[in-house]
């Protein structure tokens, strides 16, 4: 049967998840679908061309049985509703942050979900620009919270938020009490649980400001 430019994707993506984006080839893709590399190109210029297609698949599968906003739901649950079906888009694969990071999301769902919120927060009275910027925003936090984890050397061994990046171990409480403080009170109120909950925070701290934007003169 000839290939299809969504098989193609769908297969990248299953390759995607043995080996991660670093050891994403147009040859191992190949082996995978039982082909020869030329047969890829035929339907694939280039690599990014090819991460454009893996991206808009899984963000397709993520907004799948989303339809338009309801009447009755508030600006501020629309924009949630998106973020968390964001959040799960670029967590549904191993590396899957970094392959919409660097991906051209012109031709993909992103587009009509950001349309509708767009006017979701219109119709609620914000201006067009800052509709706009509320919405990149919140795009913005989410795609940096997953790459946050899915980056983090140390994920493996410790999953909660305390633990990314380069704070993790902690830091001198003599030198920089202010911060190791915050970092104690994340780790007290964060035992057992992973990162959601530090994203779902940081959420709420946007949504209030756009809240506050709203009611400003």
């Known amino acids: 049967m000839p290939l299809e430019r969504e098989t193609v994707a769908r297969a990248a993506l299953v390759v995607l998840d043995e080996v991660g984006l670093d050891g994403l ?10 082909v020869q590399n030329p047969a890829l190109y035929w339907h694939f210029k280039n690599k990014q061309d ?22 009755d739901a508030s600006w501020s649950e629309t924009l949630s509703a998106l973020a968390h079906m ?3 888009a670029l967590s ?28 979701t927060l219109q119709d609620a009275g ?5 509709a706009l910027n509320a919405t990149l925003t919140i795009s913005s936090f989410t795609l940096g919270s997953v790459l946050d984890a899915q980056l983090d050397p140390y994920r493996a061994v410790d999953p909660h938020p305390e633990a990314s990046g380069m704070l993790h171990g902690g830091v001198d409480s003599e ?9 104690a009170e994340v780790a007290r109120v964060s035992t057992g649980q992973d990162r959601t ?3 779902e925070a940081g959420l709420q701290l946007i949504l209030a400001g756009i809240a506050a934007t709203l009611s400003a003169p």
């Open 25 to 34: 080839t147009v040859r191992r893709i190949a082996d995978a679908l039982g």
């Open 50 to 71: 090819l991460l454009d297609r893996m991206a808009e698949v899984m963000l397709a599968d993520a907004f799948a049985e989303l339809g338009p906003p309801a009447p």
């Open 86 to 88: 964001f959040h799960r």
């Open 92 to 119: 549904s694969h191993r590396d899957g942050a970094l392959v919409i990071a660097a991906a051209n999301l012109s031709r993909s769902e992103t587009v009509r979900v950001l349309d509708d919120a767009l006017r």
């Open 126 to 130: 914000f201006s067009a620009l800052v």
């Open 175 to 183: 030198r920089y009490p202010a911060l190791a403080g915050a970092l």
């Open 197 to 199: 909950a530090a994203f």
